[in-house]
T-cell receptor, first 113, second 115 residues
Framework: GENVEQHPSTLSVQEGDSAVIKCTYS??????FPWYKQELGKRPQLIID?????GEKKDQRIAVTLNKTAKHFSLHITETQPEDSAVYFC????????????FGKGTKLSVKP | GAVVSQHPSWVICKSGTSVKIECRSL??????MFWYRQFPKQSLMLMAT?????????EQGVEKDKFLINHASLTLSTLTVTSAHPEDSSFYIC???????????FGPGTRLLVL
């Protein structure tokens, strides 16, 4: 079935450094790739998303790149801050009319002051 | 905009009872709602997809007779966990998506503890 692999599972960086999280997907029909940030005990919050007709998208300190040929996409956070500490999930839409999301297993990002 | 609420935020119940969780889109019409469960330190596992006015589509391995889903209006979906058992204890989160959109907006989740 469809699968989304996410790496690394944990990531620790110093404040001000960059953080990169990578995901691969298996469904060639996937065309929508959102990233969510989830703080402990809270709801996932959409931070950025990209569609298959775009290779890169940036929003201030956050950027996402997509390589459809290789079926992988990445989240880049620059100038990290302690408040960026959270679990980040990538997701890929499932092909078909429902367009469900298949989530990666998450990356716990810790930003040390 | 795009606010989704969920009620209750937490519930404790005895084994064998049924629990109903509501998911509401507050400022948009959600033609599709999704129900997930999340175990501690794990990812979001899709349980089912519900479209307004039609039967829910369940993921493989999810018992449709145990997890009853109703999506009777464009702003409300409910999940009923029937005859709950301790292994059903989890964090249940809904999300909602507007017609023609791809973005899913999540509710705050419901923490269920079955004793």
């Amino acid at each position: 079935g469809e699968n989304v692999e996410q790496h690394p599972s944990t990531l620790s960086v110093q404040e001000g450094d960059s953080a990169v999280i990578k995901c691969t997907y298996s469904d060639s029909a996937s065309n929508y790739f959102p990233w969510y940030k989830q703080e402990l005990g809270k709801r996932p919050q959409l931070i950025i998303d990209i569609r298959s007709n775009v290779g890169e998208k940036k929003d201030q300190r956050i950027a996402v790149t997509l390589n459809k040929t290789a079926k992988h996409f990445s989240l880049h956070i620059t100038e990290t801050q302690p408040e960026d500490s959270a679990v980040y999930f990538c997701a890929a839409s499932r092909g078909g009319s429902q367009g469900n999301l298949i989530f990666g297993k998450g990356t716990k990002l810790s930003v040390k002051p | 905009g795009a606010v989704v609420s969920q009620h209750p935020s937490w519930v404790i119940c005895k084994s064998g009872t049924s629990v109903k969780i509501e998911c509401r889109s507050l400022d948009f019409q959600a033609t599709t709602m999704f129900w997930y469960r999340q175990f501690p330190k794990q990812s979001l596992m899709l349980m089912a997809t519900s479209n307004e006015g039609s039967k829910a589509t369940y993921e493989q391995g999810v018992e449709k007779d145990k997890f009853l889903i109703n999506h009777a209006s464009l702003t409300l979906s409910t999940l009923t966990v029937t005859s709950a058992h301790p292994e059903d204890s989890s964090f249940y989160i809904c999300s909602a998506r507007a017609q023609g959109g791809q973005t899913q907006y999540f509710g705050p989740g419901t923490r269920l503890l079955v004793l």
